[in-house]
């Protein structure tokens, strides 16, 4: 019998354990290459359909819901069967029975580890199916950087057009402060404001810059005017005297003196 | 497991020397006795039932006994009866047990008794003990009751009540063998007759640890459940069955599938046991509508019905 090597080898809920948790792993990475076949297709459609493209997200976000919950929901013991079929009904009863303990349980377990060694991650992967959805992958993502970059639109939907200001509104209630206004003390003069098709040809000095003396070269003397501007004039300054008759100043020099002597 | 299956295969390669054919019928047998069961063969007279299950208990040092069942045969016959005995001059009532005291018991033509005596039989195939006036037997393990009937001459009959039909675990057809077989047939009984010196193959206590064995084998869950699905099929489906099955025929599915993975070599349930087991399983637990009836439907084409709904 084989009890004895079947005591030796891991508790076969490991097995089990390890055989959903790499299932799993592949399960997902297999539904995120199909979510993002689904979001790319999805925005190269809303791109040219002149749509927010981010909308995409919804679609993609559903399906890899809903397939990551049919998927983790599924019994990976008959996904095993499915590839290798020595292992067919075999390998889910013997997870089924995992806590079971008796002779026959524990050779079918024995067995079933054994032939486990035969199956190999390659059989749940289709190189073939992945490689052309990785490709699908590249070139939607190439279709959507050139129609983007050429701006091909398929179907424009008439986006609605920011209300211009100086034409008024029009037939809105009291909307004064909207008009047009033309005094020159907010904008100046109309001619100037208007440039029309002149060129401009305006040059911004950064903030931070130094002067090289050098290279700046001999400083132009400043005429300064020696003689003040005829409109400008000195005054003499008026003082403010006050008109008090001797007599009273003497009164008040008095009473303050005597004030002070006590 | 490979033992086991060597076991069994050595077994029917001996009741090969004395059966030919019969494959299936008497895989079958061997399934009843190993989930511990009764099993009722049918087939026309002059089929080798009566042969097959004597050679079967011989082949397992099992105790034999038959009973001719006849409309006059009356229960005493069968479980046995006190009898006055003279014992140092005493006169005292000694029990003198009857044919349903052995390991084997093959209850022929089963459909001559009387419903009295077909009951008597019931409480020894459930109870596996048997009462008489107030004192109650038991019977020695193991114990089968392999009962024959034939599907003619129908007349002068008792057929068996579905409550006692439901007791066997098993209905095993036995069919005609082909041409090829029946010409061996003619080879081996029509020449000088000598004996064919059978090896015993198995003992009681075999038998008993095989009988343990069989609980042991393990089943997949949506293996049990479509067992289940397929009993409880019998009891939906009103187009053709009248009346279904009883949840004592999913404990039997799921044991005679495991009898049969057993006798395969094999320690799980295949669902290939439950497509074969379907058959010998319900054939006497079901009833055909009248409509199914008209159709000319048989309860096997009615079983397979079921069985195709549920794959």
New interface residues.
Partial sequence: MQTREAAKMKPFQNVVREINKTLNEMILFENIVNTTLVFLVFYLILTVLDITALFALIPALAYLGFYSYMSFRS?KP?IVESKYAPLR??L???A??AG?E????Q??QY?VTSEMRNVGLSMFINPRTLSYKIFAVMALSFLIIFTSTLNIKFLEFARQKVPDIFEGPKGVGNFAAVKLNTSDDIYGKEDVAKLGDNELNIRIKPVDFKVNVREEGDTNPQKFESTFPKDLAVKETVAYEENIPQEQQELVKNYFKKLAEG | ?KNYKQIFDELKKEMGKVIVGQEDAMEQILIAILCDGNALLEGYPGLAKTLMVRTLAQLMDLKFSRIQNTPDLMPSDITGTYIIEEVSGKRQFKFQPGPIFANVVLADEINRATPKTQSALLEAMQEKQVTVGTNTFKLDLPFFVLATQNPIEQEGTYPLPEAQADRFLLKISVNYPSYEDELQIVDKYAAEAKDQKLKVMLNKNHLLTLQS?VR????????KQRAVKIIYSTRSNKEVIQYGASPRASIGLLLASKARALMQGR?????EDLNLLAYPILRHRIILNFEAERKGMSRDDAIKQILDKTK
């Fill in positions: 019994y008959s009904e075999k889910s009863t013997a089924d029975n079971m008796n002779p026959v349980v050779e079918l067995e | 497991m064995l042991q084998v393990p089943i997949a869950n949506d293996i320690n799980h349930v295949s669902s």
